[in-house]
C-alpha cells in the first residue's frame, strides 16, 4: 500500500484527523473559562488564563527545535503515534484536575507531546508529495487543524451542557483510539537522499552539520522571521478571538467561541484550499509562485485585524474574521512548501521545528500580553496594532525571499538573491 499512486493521499487522510485532535485538544480550553472557573478560581483572573495558555506555547516552542531533529533521525510515524497518545492521555487527565497548579503542569506536559507531532507529519507529508501537489497536500493537512480549532469552540457548549471534566474524557479517549488507528496503517517514508544502508541513524548527518547548514542560509533566517511575525496575531486570534466575541458583541462564552472558532476555521479551510492550488501552478510557471501566494494571504489579514479590533456590529466582526482566515489559510498552505524550496529534505523537520519554534514564542508572548490588554480593556485596540507589524513581515518576505528551485537538493545553492 505504502507504494501505490493513492498512498500519499492515505498519508493526508490519516494525518489530518491527528491534525484534527492536535488542535482541538489545545483549543477546548479557551473557550471552557467560564465553567472551569466556578471550580478553580484561579481562573477568574484574565491573566492567570494567559498563564495557563502561555505554558503550553513556552514549553512548546522550547521543544519544537528538538522535535524537529528528531524527525530527521528517528522513525516519524512512532513519533507521530506516540505523541498522540500522550497528549490525548493528558487531555484526559485534564477532566480530573481540581487545582490550578495541576492544569498548569498538565498543559507543561502537553506542550512537550503535541510539540514532537507538526515537525515530523509536514515532513512526511513533503517527503511523499512533489512540488505539482505539495501545496494543496499540506493545505489539506492544515484544514483538519482548523476544524480541530472548530470542534474545540465546542467545548464552551458541551461543558455548559454537562460539565467540563466531561469534555476533557471524551476528547481525551477519542485521541487514545485514533492512536491505535495510525499503529495500524501509518507507514514511514525515507528521505530522498537516503538509500538503504543510510537509512539507520548512525547514516544520518551529524546534527552540528544540519543546524549549520541551516544556520547559514539566509533565505532560511528570512522565512524564520517571516514565519514568526504572523504567528502573533495567529496566535491571539486562536486564543483571545472567543473573549473579543464575547465582548464586542455582548454574548456569552458558550455562543461566541463557537461563533468565532467555526467563522475563522470555515474560511481557513477555503483559504488554504484555494491557496494550495493556486500556488501548485502558479510555481509551474513562476519559481516564487508559492512566495506571491502567501503574501497574498497574509495581506488579506492586515485589514481584517484592523477591523476584528475595532468592530462592534456582527457583520463587521464576522466579516473581519472571515477575511483573516481566508489570508492565513493561504499562508499556512505554502509554508513548508516555500521551505522546501529552501531546504534539503534532510533538514526540513529540524528546520519547520525551528520555525514552530520562533512562531510559538511569539504566540506565548502575545498571549500573555493579550491576556493584560484584556484585564485593561484593550484587548480590540490591541488585535488592530497587530497588523502594523503583519505588514513588516509582508514587506521583508517580497524583497528578500527569492528561491532558485521547486525542491531544493542539495547541490543547489540555498541563498537568496
Same mark, same amino acid.
Given at each position: ?5 493513492? #498512498? ?15 488542535? $482541538? ?43 524537529? =531533529?528528531?524527525?530527521?533521525? @528517528?522513525?516519524?510515524?512512532?513519533? =507521530? ?9 493528558? /487531555?484526559? $487527565?485534564?477532566?480530573?484536575?481540581? /487545582?490550578?497548579?495541576? %492544569? #498548569? ?25 512533489? &512540488? ?7 493545505? +489539506? ?11 474545540? *469552540? ?7 451542557? @454537562? ?14 483510539? #485514533? ?30 552539520? *544540519?543546524?549549520?547548514? %541551516? ?27 472567543? /473573549? ?7 454574548? &456569552? ?8 472558532? =467555526? ?5 481557513? @479551510? ?25 503574501? +497574498? ?9 484592523? %477591523? ?29 512548501? +516555500? ?15 525551528? $520555525? ?42 517580497? #524583497?528578500? %525571499? ?7 537538493? &542539495?547541490?543547489?545553492? *540555498?541563498? /537568496?538573491?
Amino acid at each position: 500500500m505504502k507504494k501505490s499512486k493513492t #498512498y500519499p493521499w492515505i498519508v493526508v487522510a490519516l494525518l489530518w484527523f491527528v491534525a484534527l485532535l492536535n488542535y $482541538m485538544d489545545r483549543q477546548m480550553l479557551a473557550t471552557m473559562r467560564p465553567s472551569m472557573q466556578a471550580d478553580i478560581h484561579e481562573l477568574q483572573s484574565a491573566t492567570n488564563f494567559g498563564y495557563l495558555m502561555g505554558i503550553f506555547l513556552w514549553i512548546y516552542g522550547l521543544m519544537s527545535p528538538v522535535s524537529g =531533529i528528531a524527525a530527521d533521525k @528517528f522513525n516519524r510515524k512512532w513519533l =507521530i503515534v506516540g505523541s498522540l497518545a500522550v497528549w490525548s492521555g493528558v /487531555t484526559w $487527565m485534564m477532566g480530573y484536575a481540581d /487545582t490550578f497548579n495541576q %492544569l #498548569y503542569w498538565l498543559r507543561a506536559v502537553m506542550g512537550v507531546s503535541e510539540a514532537l507531532y507538526i515537525p515530523a507529519g509536514l515532513s512526511l507529508i513533503a517527503d511523499y508529495h512533489t &512540488d505539482k501537489t505539495r501545496s494543496l497536500a499540506v493545505g +489539506i493537512h492544515m484544514t483538519g487543524l482548523y476544524m480541530g480549532q472548530a470542534l474545540g *469552540g465546542f467545548g464552551a457548549t458541551l461543558a455548559a451542557r @454537562f460539565s467540563w471534566h466531561t469534555a476533557f474524557h471524551y476528547f481525551g479517549l477519542v485521541g487514545v483510539a #485514533y492512536a491505535v488507528v495510525l499503529l495500524l496503517f501509518l507507514r514511514e517514508k525515507k528521505h530522498p537522499a537516503d538509500t538503504a544502508a543510510t537509512a539507520s541513524l548512525a547514516g544520518r548527518s551529524s546534527l552540528w552539520k *544540519g543546524l549549520g547548514i %541551516l544556520f547559514t542560509n539566509l533565505s532560511f533566517w528570512v522565512i524564520l522571521f517571516y514565519f514568526a511575525i504572523p504567528s502573533l496575531p495567529g496566535w491571539g486570534v486562536k486564543n483571545w478571538l472567543p /473573549t473579543l466575541f464575547a465582548q464586542n458583541l455582548n454574548i &456569552d462564552m458558550a455562543t461566541a467561541g463557537p461563533l468565532s472558532t =467555526i467563522t475563522v476555521a470555515a474560511s481557513s @479551510f477555503l483559504g488554504v484550499i484555494f491557496g494550495g492550488i493556486l500556488s501548485d501552478r502558479w510555481v509551474q510557471k513562476n519559481i516564487r509562485g508559492r512566495i506571491y501566494t502567501s503574501a +497574498i494571504g497574509l495581506g488579506l489579514t492586515i485589514p481584517a485585524l484592523l %477591523l476584528i479590533g475595532f468592530g462592534h456590529s456582527l457583520f463587521n466582526v464576522i466579516g473581519a474574521a472571515f477575511c483573516f482566515g481566508f489570508g492565513y489559510g493561504m499562508f499556512d498552505a505554502n509554508n513548508m512548501p +516555500i521551505l522546501c524550496q529552501i531546504v534539503s529534505a534532510k533538514y526540513r523537520a529540524t528546520a519547520y521545528g525551528l $520555525m514552530n519554534m520562533a512562531g510559538v514564542f511569539a504566540g506565548a508572548f502575545i498571549t500573555d500580553l493579550l491576556g493584560k490588554s484584556t484585564d485593561a480593556g484593550s484587548l480590540g485596540k490591541s488585535f488592530a496594532m497587530l497588523s502594523v507589524i503583519v505588514l513588516l513581515a509582508l514587506l521583508v518576505q517580497l #524583497y528578500f %525571499l527569492r528561491p532558485k528551485a521547486n525542491d531544493f537538493k &542539495d547541490a543547489v545553492n *540555498g541563498t /537568496t538573491g
